[in-house]
Nanobody
Framework: QVQLVESGGGSVQAGGSLTLSCRYS??????????IGWFRQAPGTAREGVAA????????EYADSVKGRFTISRDNAQNTVYLRMIGLKPEDTGKYYC????????????????WGQGTQVTVSS
């Protein structure tokens, strides 16, 4: 089991930026297929895949709604994955979670096994 802890959430005005961090415990199985994904969930909505990255940073995907504004990256030496968010919009508001797994579809929440507790992002207009 992988433990994950998110940080970096907050409240910003539209057009602002935030960088989220996901620190994960070291994993030893399936290391090269292990992905870390960022997901978000607003009240009353389903958990939505935002971005995901594999261990070698060779497989990265973004949701269409965030392409060009969000950037996912990782520092394996620090066991940390980052989500840089710029040009934030009110519709980006939600609780952001990171998750670890060996997914067949890397932006699908059900493909991930281990989840953090989430960090809140609120964007006001």
């Amino acid at each position: 089991q992988v433990q994950l802890v998110e940080s970096g959430g907050g409240s910003v005005q539209a057009g602002g930026s935030l960088t989220l961090s996901c620190r994960y415990s070291r994993f030893t199985d399936h290391i090269y297929n292990m992905h870390i994904g960022w997901f978000r969930q607003a009240p009353g909505t389903a958990r939505e895949g935002v971005a995901a990255i594999n261990y070698g940073s060779s497989n990265i995907e973004y949701a269409d709604s965030v392409k060009g504004r969000f950037t996912i990256s990782r520092d394996n030496a620090q066991n940390t994955v980052y989500l840089r968010m710029i040009g934030l919009k009110p519709e980006d508001t939600g609780k952001y979670y990171c998750a670890a797994g060996v997914p067949a579809f890397i932006l699908v929440a059900g493909e991930y096994d281990d989840w953090g507790q989430g960090t809140q992002v609120t964007v006001s207009s």
